[in-house]
């Protein structure tokens, strides 16, 4: 009798965690995509931060700051992936204080470093790096 009590407790136990396995994978809230702010512009000819860690499916919004006008463009030459450096790129200028655009990182983004700059301020060193994990 004590046997058949034993396997009875050891069944539902088993049973209760099965359960919660089970119903931590069905139930359980996939990883949100992240969204990261970059001020272009931020207390002079520079973008804040300068370097942004990201993953696939992240959203990066670039904020104009000071010193209008302001634009970003990733460098093909210096990234992993040239042709996604192109699609990243926002060449229109933004000339209004808040002025911003999103950067949406697609899911199949290569990993690594992608360089990019403002076009009117490059020359004065406002360059930044997208770093795709």
């Not at 993953?55 to 919004?61: E, L």
């Not at 463009?73 to 992993?80: C, E, H, K, T, Y």
Request: hydrophobic share 40%; glycine share 8%; aromatic share 8%.
């Amino acid at each position: 009798m004590r046997f058949i009590s034993s396997l009875s407790k050891s069944v539902a136990v088993l049973a209760c965690v099965v359960s919660l396995v089970i119903g931590s994978l069905v139930f359980s809230n996939p990883a949100e995509a992240a969204n990261y702010e970059v001020t272009m512009g931020a207390g002079g000819l520079q973008f804040s931060p300068k370097q942004v860690n990201v993953k696939p499916g992240d959203t990066v919004t670039f904020k104009n700051g000071m010193l209008a006008p302001h634009n970003v463009m990733f460098n093909p030459a210096n990234s992993p992936d040239s042709n996604l450096s192109k699609s990243l790129s926002h060449n229109k200028l933004a000339y209004k204080a808040g002025e911003s655009f999103d950067v949406n990182i697609p899911a199949d983004a290569k990993a690594g470093d992608y360089e990019f700059f403002c076009t009117p301020h490059r020359g004065a060193g406002m360059v930044g790096h997208l770093i795709v994990k």
